[in-house]
């Protein structure tokens, strides 16, 4: 049980750790682009979004990095959750005020065409495995197996 | 307890971390963004379900005077009573709350080819730029938004006509 307990975290792990980075570092390559997409849902103003569209990929990216090291899981999967909380919020608006855009969660570049409502599902199933991942963390010894890993 | 507050602290730090180094990566467009030198940022897909993703661009104060001299349509999207109490001289009333009567009226009077701006009551207001969004998709080419709005114009002892200036 305890095995499979450790498969699921890390697989869990692995999953997040390779979304978010994915995620974060396609956005990297055209931040104008994406602030267009953050523009899109037409929450902030002009300048807030080409300042989210230059900070948030490199959280994503950086969080992503941690759990995929498997250091500092606990705080990045916060951070991971905190956002997407706050993209679930955003996705909720968009799809109250019927908005139709596309979700810009991964390609900035276009070519994704994920409608809003798409998009709140699969933030649903990221929601899940961050939620899973901490509750396994917290279970017992599934981490790197030593007393020195880190949160 | 303790730990939960480590981890959220932890947190943090990672968030600024991030968010330093994208500003660093990124400083001159943040910088441009926040000067105003930059258009607003346009996504360039394709709309999902056919609706038009073009937004209005940003005037500052002294493009909307230039607009004036160049005979743009200045347009107040505040309320009818607002714009009795004030308005930009020469601005013309389409208030964003009675926008779907007063709209067909608007589009048989101004040409879709002048340069339009918007205003409101400033940069808590969204009527603007709603409407901005409104006029963009009712075929209007050339449409911004003043965000400033009839305080920063007001404050600015530029012209203004109404019962209480």
């Known amino acids: 049980m ?10 869990a792990r692995l999953i997040l750790a390779l979304v978010f980075i994915y995620a974060g570092a396609v956005k990297t390559q055209d931040v104008v682009a994406f602030a267009g997409h953050v523009a899109a849902y037409q929450i902030l103003p002009y300048a807030m979004n080409y300042l989210v569209a230059s900070t948030l990929p490199y959280v994503e990216f950086l969080a992503g990095i941690l759990l995929l090291l498997n250091v500092r899981v606990r705080p990045a999967l916060v951070t991971i959750g905190g956002m997407t909380l706050v993209f679930m919020v955003a996705l909720t608006s ?3 005020r019927d908005l139709g855009i596309d979700c810009g969660c991964f390609d900035p570049g276009g070519g994704e065409n994920v409608t809003a409502g798409a998009a709140l599902l ?4 990221l929601m899940a495995l961050v939620v899973l991942t901490w509750w396994l963390r917290n279970a017992g010894d599934v981490g790197r197996g030593t007393r020195n890993e880190t949160s | 307890m303790n730990d939960l507050k480590r981890i959220c602290l932890e947190a943090c730090v990672l968030i600024a971390f991030g ?4 500003l660093t990566l990124n400083y001159q467009l943040v910088m441009d963004a926040f000067s105003g030198q930059l258009a607003p940022p346009q996504c360039e897909t394709e709309p999902v379900a056919g609706i038009t993703n073009a937004l209005p661009l940003p005037a500052m104060i002294d493009e909307v005077q230039q607009a004036i001299a ?7 999207a505040r309320s009818p009573e607002l714009y009795t109490m004030g308005h930009i001289d020469g601005a013309v009333s389409l208030p964003m709350v009675e926008i779907d009567a007063a709209l067909p009226a608007f589009l048989e009077k101004i040409a879709k080819d002048r340069a339009i701006v918007t205003y409101c009551s400033g940069f808590g207001c969204p009527d603007s730029f709603d409407l901005g969004v409104r006029l963009i998709e009712s075929g209007y080419l050339n449409v911004r938004v003043f965000e400033g709005g009839y305080p920063e114009w007001r404050d600015a002892g530029l012209p203004v006509t109404g019962e209480s200036r």
Request: charged share 20%; glycine share 10%; net charge neutral.
């Open chain 1, 2 to 11: 305890k095995n499979m307990s450790r498969i699921v975290y890390h697989l």
């Open chain 1, 94 to 96: 968009v799809l109250v």
């Open chain 1, 122 to 125: 699969r933030d649903v199933g």
């Open chain 2, 19 to 22: 968010t330093l180094f994208g």
């Open chain 2, 70 to 76: 160049f005979e743009g349509v200045v347009v107040d």
